[in-house]
T-cell receptor, first 111, second 115 residues
């Protein structure tokens, strides 16, 4: 049973435009959310996170939004660059517990 | 720091053979996780340890899978006997601990192919 869902397996965006990746979760006990980026033949690397006490966290071109009532978070990348082409995983956890990951969204940024 | 180190990077074996995947976590990290990546389930947690003690192994598919962490700097994931459906990328990850805001650091993974 997937507690974290990424319903879009892939996304294509023109360079310079905004990329929006979405993630839904089912467990209201999750209190920390993360996004990971994965290039082929490499392990996932941490990108950005947000605590459940916040609704937005920004780091350069990357912003994560959290809507607790909808159990939904999104990652915005502005402007998108070709180097952003990768698979993005959404993850969630409760303190003292495991990390639950989604199935990933493959982002392609077209030059 | 060298990061999480996994070996081998690639493993090709025949059905029925024993496979052992190895992981060295980041020094000072107290929690270690084994994940399997598949198209259908994404990153699926198999087992995780805290202070070398298994905390949750409910993700281990079946008795053919076993994991150990004999000390703070080494863990193994063993599949015996291996089957073609075990073919996947296996990731090891570590974190400082299990506090809410801890982040996972992943190794480069082991690409396992069972023929």
């Amino acid at each position: 049973d997937q507690q974290v869902k990424q319903n879009s397996p892939s996304l294509s965006v023109q360079e310079g435009r905004i990329s929006i990746l979405n993630c839904d979760y089912t467990n209201s006990m999750f209190d920390y959310f993360l996004w990971y980026k994965k290039y082929p033949a490499e392990g996932p690397t941490f990108l950005i996170s947000i605590s459940s006490i916040k609704d937005k966290n920004e780091d350069g071109r990357f912003t994560v939004f959290l809507n607790k009532s909808a159990k939904h978070l999104s990652l915005h990348i502005v402007p998108s660059q070709p180097g952003d082409s990768a698979v993005y995983f959404c993850a969630a956890r409760m303190s003292g517990n495991q990390f639950y990951f989604g199935t990933g969204t493959s982002l392609t940024v077209i030059p | 720091d060298a990061g999480v180190i996994q070996s081998p990077r690639h493993e090709v074996t025949e059905m029925g053979q024993e496979v052992t995947l190895r992981c060295k976590p980041i020094s000072g990290h107290n929690s270690l996780f084994w994940y399997r990546q598949t198209m259908m389930r994404g990153l699926e947690l198999l087992i995780y340890f805290n202070n070398n003690v298994p905390i949750d192994d409910s993700g281990m598919p079946e008795d053919r899978f076993s994991a150990k962490m004999p000390n703070a700097s080494f863990s193994t994931l063993k599949i015996q006997p291996s089957e073609p459906r075990d073919s996947a990328v296996y990731f090891c990850a570590s974190s400082l601990g299990l506090a809410t805001n801890e982040k996972l650091f992943f190794g480069s993974g082991t690409q396992l192919s069972v023929l």
